[in-house]
C-alpha cells in the first residue's frame, strides 16, 4: 500500500507515492535526489542526516516521509538563495569549518535553526545544539568559530 | 606584489579550501551518493561465529527471491586479496574466520529486497575452537587460525613463526642491553595494553562495481585514501592486467586509515562480476563499519628501562604483542613501525626490542592514523612520568634532557635533520603553565596537568607522479591520485600549483583521482602527501611553466630568460607585461583550441623498509615528525570522570603550507585523541562485538571540545617551504593520550596503563590507593 503525500522541500511541492515505511531520509536521497542529505547510521545516533522540518532539526531518519506530509523541509541544497551562499555557509567556508565535509550539511543546518532562534548563543548552548552531530575529522573548534562568526555578524 | 621566487606566495598563506564550496552546498559527491542507470545493490551475509568450517551453503531460495539478480559465495568466487599477504578470500571459502567475515553476497534491484534475499541463504557451519587474545594465541596448542600460512602469497619478508598464530615476528637490537641495565641506577618495568579502536568515517564504506563482459574490465568507485594501491591490490588478486581495472574516487568522507584496502570493493566487484554488466553498489551499514572493515591494532607492551639518577637513559627491552586479527592487512608495517618507534624521540643507547604480530579470531586491523605511533607512545610517555616521579626530576626537565637534537643518529644509524622536538616540548609547556599548580574548584573535582611528547616516521621511500594541464584559456588542471580524503590534499595541491606555474589560485583545479587518468601515487597515509604529491605537483608544475615560457619567447621573439608568468601574466624584464597566458595560448593555437602538459614526479633517497633486524643502515624516514601535547584535565573523583579542559599542541611541522589546514588537522586530532582516551572500546563476548552502533561505540562530541592551542613549530624562514615541510595529520593523534594519563595522575595521584581510562577504572584505581594509605 502506498500513501499519498505533498511536502515542501526547499521551496517547492513535492507531491509523491511512498509507503509507509519509507523515512523521510531515504525519500529526500532516493526519491528526490537530494543527496546533500548524508546516511551515516541510519539510527538517529550520528547527526548527520540531520534536515530542518518547519525549521527545527530533526534527524530524518528516524521522522517518517509520510509524518512530514504538508509541512515545510529545507535541506542544505535549499538554503543558498539566488546563487548567493546563507551567512552560515560562507562562515563554515571561510573559519575553516570543513574537513571531509560528511558532516557538514547537518552542521550547518542545525546551526542556522540555532540563530534564528537565538543569534547570539553563549558557548554552552552551541555546543549542546550541535552536541548530536558527530564529526570523526574533529572539526569542532573551528565550527564553533564559525556560529560564533556569524551570531557576530548579525549583532552588528 | 611578487615575491622574490616570482610567484604571488600561495603556499604559506591561510586560503579558503578549494573543496569547501561544494561540501557546503551538498553539491560534493561522495561514494554513497553515486547512482548508476541499472544499478542493483548489494548485501553481505556474514559469519554469526568467530571460527568455523562451513559444511554446506544453499543459496537457491535466495536466488529466487523477489528482485535478486545475483547471489555468490567463496565457491563461486575464490580469489584471495591482502597488500601484504594474499590471505583474505572475497568471500569465506570453506571456514570463516571471525564474527562478521563475508560468507554470501546478494545482489538485488533494492537494498530492501537484498537484505531480505540474504535470510533465504542456508549455511551449515561446524564450530572450531576460537582465540581472541593475541598473548593465548601464541601459546602452544592454541587453534590455528591459518594452517595453511605457508601458501599464501606474500608481499613481506616471510618471519612467521611456523605452526604458531604468529604472523609476523620480528626483533631489533642496539648496543648491549644487560650492560645497559647494568649502568643504570633504577630499572623501571610497566605493562600497558592499547585497545582496538574504530576509525568510524562518518560515511561509512562504500563501493560501486561494474564488470564489462565482453571485455573483462572492472570498474569500481571507490572513496579511499589509496586508489592505486587499491587498484594494484584488486589486479594481484584477479590476476588481471591494470588496464582491465579502474577505480573512480569521488569525495571521501573520511578515512584516517580505514578505506585503504578492499572492503565494500570485494563485495561489489564478486557481485558485478554475476550480474551481466549491471553495476552493483555495496554500502555497508554502521554496524559492519564498525564489525567487519578494520580496527586499530590492540597492542600489550611491556616496557623495561633503565636509567641513571640523573635521568640519563641506559637501556630498554621492550616486548610488544599485537593483534593482528583473523588477516592481515597492513598490520605488519604497523607492527614494524610501531616497535621501532618504542624509544620515543629520545636518545637511548641500548635496545632490545621484540614485536610479535598474532592472528586470533576477531575483525581484521591496520592502519589507523599514527600506524602504530599512537599504542607505543602512549606506553613510552606514560612510564616516561613515572620515572620522573620516582627520581624526584619534572616532566618536561627530563623530556628535554634526553630529546634527540640535531644532527642526532636514529637506531639504524640515520643523521637525523631538521629535528625541532625540544622546542615542541618547551612551547607546549610554556604554554599549558605547566610549572604551575592547576587550582582545583573543589576537593571532588580536581585539576592537574601532564606532557607527552612523540617522534613518528613516514614511509620511505614511496613514489608519487602527476601531471599538470595547462588549457587555452590559462585554466590549469592537477591530475593526481591524492585523495581528497578531508585533510585539505586539494587545497595544498592548488596553492603549489599556482605559484609553481604562476597563475591565481582560482585559475587552478583539482579533480578527485581516477586510476585510469590520473598516475600512480602510494597514497594517502603516512603523513606523506603534502611533503611528497606536493614536491610532486611542484615539479610538474615548474616543467609546465618552462614550456609556457618557451613559447611566450617564441611568439614574442625573445628570450625566455627574459620572461616569467605571474598570476596567468607573461612578464619581460624592463617592459613589464606583454600579455595574458589566456592571449598566449590563443596564438599558439591559433584560436583553436589545445592544452600543455607538464610532469612531475618524486620519489626521495631511502630504503624500501626499515626492518627490524640489526646492523640495517640507511634512510628509513625521510623526515621525523615531533610533536608534544600537554593537557589540563579535571577529574571528579566521586564518578571518575575525566574532562579535559585545556590541550596545547605544539607541532614540528616544518613549514605551513596552508596554516588553516594545519589548525585543522591538529584541533581534529587532539578531539580524536581524546576520544580514544577517554571513550573508545570494543566490548566483546565471544568474538562478537557487542557494541556495534554509535550510541552503544561513544565517541566525543562538541560537547567535549577543550580549549586548544595549536603552535606550529617551523624552519628557519630562508628555506624553501616544500624542502622542509612535515606531515602532520598523523603525529596529532598520537601525544594527547599520555598527556592526559599524565594530567590525571597529576591531578589525582593515580596511574592508569590501560587505555582507555574510563571512569570505573579511575575509581577503581582511586579505591586501590585508598586501601594503600589506609594500610
Given amino acids: 500500500m502506498k500513501i499519498s503525500i505533498d511536502i515542501h522541500v526547499n521551496g517547492e511541492q513535492y507531491p509523491a507515492e511512498v509507503e509507509p515505511r519509507t523515512t523521510l531520509l531515504e525519500f529526500l536521497r532516493g526519491t528526490l535526489h537530494l543527496t546533500g542529505t548524508k546516511e551515516g547510521c541510519g539510527l538517529g545516533d550520528c547527526g548527520t542526516c540531520i534536515v530542518l522540518l518547519d525549521g527545527k532539526p530533526v534527524n530524518s531518519c528516524l521522522v517518517l516521509a509520510v509524518d512530514a506530509n504538508g509541512r515545510r523541509v529545507t535541506t542544505i541544497e535549499g538554503l543558498a538563495e539566488d546563487g548567493k551562499l546563507h551567512p552560515v555557509q560562507q562562515s563554515f567556508i571561510d573559519n575553516g569549518a570543513v574537513q571531509c565535509g560528511f558532516c557538514t550539511p547537518a552542521m550547518i543546518l542545525t546551526t542556522k535553526a540555532l540563530l534564528d532562534k537565538n543569534p547570539d548563543p553563549a558557548e554552552g548552548e552551541i555546543k549542546q545544539a550541535l552536541g548530536g552531530i558527530l564529526c570523526r575529522c574533529g572539526s569542532y573548534q573551528k565550527i564553533l568559530n564559525s556560529v560564533q562568526a556569524v551570531g557576530k555578524g548579525e549583532r552588528k | 606584489m611578487m615575491s622574490q621566487k616570482g610567484s604571488a606566495g600561495y603556499v604559506g598563506k591561510r ?99 537484498a537484505l531480505e534475499a540474504l535470510e533465504k541463504i542456508r549455511v551449515k557451519y561446524r564450530e572450531l575452537p576460537a582465540v581472541f587474545d593475541p598473548r593465548e594465541a601464541m601459546a602452544e596448542g592454541a587453534p590455528l587460525i591459518h594452517p595453511d600460512f605457508e601458501k599464501y602469497t606474500r608481499n613481506i619478508p616471510a618471519s612467521m613463526v611456523p605452526h604458531t598464530n604468529i604472523c609476523v615476528s620480528r626483533k631489533f637490537s642496539l648496543g648491549d642491553v644487560e650492560k645497559g641495565f647494568a649502568e643504570a641506577d633504577e630499572i623501571f618495568e610497566d605493562s600497558f595494553s592499547a585497545q582496538a579502536l574504530s576509525h568510524v568515517t562518518m560515511e561509512p564504506h562504500t563501493a560501486i562495481a561494474q564488470f564489462t563482459p565482453l571485455d573483462g574490465h572492472y570498474t569500481v568507485w571507490s572513496p579511499s585514501d589509496r586508489p592505486q594501491r587499491l587498484h594494484k591490490e584488486l589486479a594481484d588478486a584477479l590476476g588481471l592486467a591494470h588496464t582491465r581495472i579502474r577505480f573512480i574516487v569521488p569525495y571521501v568522507g573520511g578515512s584516517y586509515g580505514g578505506k585503504n584496502t578492499l572492503r565494500a570493493e570485494a563485495i561489489a566487484v564478486a557481485l558485478a562480476r554475476f550480474t551481466h554488466g549491471r553495476p552493483v553498489k555495496v554500502v555497508f551499514s554502521r554496524a559492519e563499519a564498525l564489525t567487519a572493515t578494520q580496527t586499530r591494532l590492540a597492542a600489550f607492551m611491556k616496557l623495561t628501562t633503565g636509567v641513571r639518577k640523573d635521568g640519563t637513559f641506559t637501556a630498554r627491552r621492550a616486548e610488544i604483542v599485537w593483534d593482528n586479527g583473523a588477516y592481515i592487512s597492513n598490520a605488519p608495517g604497523v607492527a614494524n613501525r610501531g616497535v621501532l618507534t618504542i624509544l620515543g624521540p629520545y636518545r637511548i643507547p641500548n635496545l632490545d626490542l621484540v614485536s610479535r604480530l598474532v592472528y586470533t579470531n576477531k575483525e581484521t586491523t591496520g592502519s589507523y592514523r599514527g600506524f602504530g605511533t599512537t599504542q607505543v607512545t602512549w606506553a613510552c610517555e606514560v612510564q616516561m612520568d613515572i620515572i620522573a616521579a620516582k627520581l624526584g626530576i619534572d616532566p618536561l626537565t627530563i623530556r628535554l634532557k634526553n630529546a634527540y637534537v640535531e644532527g642526532d643518529a636514529y637506531i639504524n644509524g640515520q643523521i637525523m635533520r631538521d629535528v625541532r622536538v625540544k ?255 577517554l571513550f573508545e572500546e570494543f566490548k566483546m563476548e565471544n568474538g562478537r562485538i557487542l557494541n556495534d552502533s554509535l550510541s ?42 599520555p598527556a592526559i594519563a599524565n594530567a590525571i595522575y597529576n591531578a589525582v595521584g593515580v596511574r592508569i596503563k590501560d587505555l582507555p581510562i574510563t571512569p570505573d577504572k579511575v575509581l577503581a584505581a582511586l579505591r586501590e590507593k585508598d586501601n594503600q594509605k589506609g594500610r
Avoid at chain 2, 561 to 574: A, C, D, K, V, W
Avoid at chain 2, 699 to 720: G, N, Q, Y
Avoid at chain 2, 724 to 737: D, L, R, S
Fill in chain 2, 423 to 677: 622546542e615542541t616540548i618547551e612551547k607546549a609547556g610554556r604554554e599549558i603553565k605547566l610549572e604551575k599548580d592547576s587550582t582545583s574548584p573543589s576537593p571532588t573535582r580536581r585539576r592537574g596537568k601532564g606532557i607527552a611528547t612523540m617522534l613518528k616516521s613516514t614511509a620511505t621511500p614511496t613514489d608519487s607522479f602527476c601531471a599538470i594541464k595547462v588549457d587555452m584559456d590559462g585554466g590549469v588542471t592537477v591530475f593526481s591520485s591524492s585523495s581528497e580524503i578531508g585533510a585539505g590534499e586539494q587545497t595544498m595541491m592548488a596553492q603549489i600549483a599556482a605559484d609553481a606555474v604562476g597563475v591565481p589560485l582560482s585559475a587552478v583545479s583539482v579533480p578527485n583521482p581516477d586510476t585510469a587518468i590520473t598516475p600512480y601515487d602510494h597514497g594517502v597515509s603516512s603523513s606523506r602527501t603534502t611533503y611528497h604529491m606536493g614536491n610532486c605537483v611542484q615539479q610538474a608544475g615548474r616543467d609546465v611553466r618552462k614550456r609556457l615560457l618557451g613559447i611566450a619567447a617564441e611568439v614574442l621573439a625573445t628570450d625566455p630568460e627574459r620572461l616569467s608568468l605571474f598570476e596567468g601574466n607573461i612578464i619581460e624584464t624592463g617592459v613589464g607585461q606583454r600579455m595574458t597566458l589566456k592571449e598566449l595560448l590563443s596564438k599558439k593555437f591559433n584560436n583553436k583550441s589545445g592544452a600543455i602538459f607538464g610532469e612531475g614526479h618524486f620519489t626521495p633517497a631511502g630504503n624500501p623498509v626499515l626492518e627490524a633486524r640489526e646492523g640495517l643502515k640507511g634512510i628509513s624516514s625521510i623526515f621525523w615528525m615531533f610533536a608534544t601535547h600537554a593537557a589540563e584535565v579535571e577529574v571528579d573523583t566521586e564518578t571518575g570522570v575525566v574532562k579535559v579542559l585545556n590541550v596545547a599542541a605544539a607541532h614540528d611541522i616544518g613549514r605551513a603550507i596552508n596554516p588553516v589546514g594545519c589548525e585543522q588537522q591538529i584541533e581534529g586530532s587532539v578531539i580524536l585523541g581524546i576520544s580514544n582516551t
Fill in chain 2, 15 to 113: 586560503v579558503l579550501r578549494v573543496d569547501a564550496p561544494a561540501k557546503v552546498t551538498g553539491n560534493a559527491v561522495y561514494g554513497i551518493d553515486i547512482e548508476l542507470p541499472g544499478m542493483l545493490h548489494g548485501a553481505t551475509l556474514r559469519s554469526p561465529y568467530p571460527h568455523a568450517d562451513i559444511v554446506e551453503i544453499d543459496t537457491s531460495a535466495a536466488l529466487k527471491a523477489p528482485g535478486v539478480r545475483a547471489v555468490v559465495t567463496g565457491k563461486d568466487f575464490p580469489c584471495y586479496f591482502g597488500d601484504m599477504v594474499r590471505d583474505q578470500p572475497f568471500l569465506a571459502v570453506d571456514r570463516v574466520r571471525f564474527v562478521g567475515d563475508p560468507v554470501a553476497a546478494v545482489a538485488a534491484e533494492t537494498e530492501a529486497q
Fill in chain 2, 696 to 737: 552503544d561505540y561513544k565517541l566525543a562530541t562538541m560537547e567535549d571540545l577543550p580549549k586548544i592551542v595549536s603552535i606550529f613549530v617551523e624552519a628557519e624562514p630562508d628555506r624553501e617551504a616544500l624542502a622542509v615541510v612535515k606531515g602532520i595529520g598523523e603525529p596529532a593523534a598520537a601525544a594527547t593520550a
